[in-house]
């Protein structure tokens, strides 16, 4: 299978249908992939969207040992993101980020389609 991988230089517009990662979540995906046994050279984190949540739609992920025919992939920071073309169309634009705090830890879109989050920030209205 032949992936065309889209490795981000950050001169990409911001509402590009690109998708950024910070470096602190790449190094979270890296030793997430590592953990399962799984080469960063081929895995990725899988990112959708799908219907739910209490603003309508709502973010998906899960480690995958490759990418889908159709995926769309992004490296940035050594680090993979596979989505699928239909989430793309919500997702174009994002900054995945890994946030560490007093209260929670986990990663956190910065969605500029958003046009509202939940509190939580697991789902929003595009």
Do not use: W
Request: charged residues 20%; contains cysteine; proline residues 2%.
């Amino acid at each position: 299978m032949e992936t065309n991988v889209e490795k981000n230089t950050g001169t990409a517009a911001p509402n590009a249908a690109v998708i950024h990662l910070t470096e602190r979540a790449a190094e979270r995906i890296r030793a997430l992939l590592a953990k399962e046994g799984v080469a960063a050279e081929t895995g990725g984190l899988r990112v959708g969207v799908q219907g739910g949540g209490c603003s309508g739609l709502s973010y998906a992920m899960k480690l995958d040992t490759q990418a889908r025919d159709r995926d769309k992939v992004f490296e940035e920071h050594g680090a993979r993101i596979f989505v699928d073309p239909k989430s793309l169309l919500y997702l174009g634009g994002t900054t995945l980020e890994y946030e560490v705090t007093v209260m929670k830890q986990g990663f956190v879109f910065q969605n500029p389609n958003a046009a509202r989050s939940c509190g939580c920030g697991s789902s929003f209205t595009a």
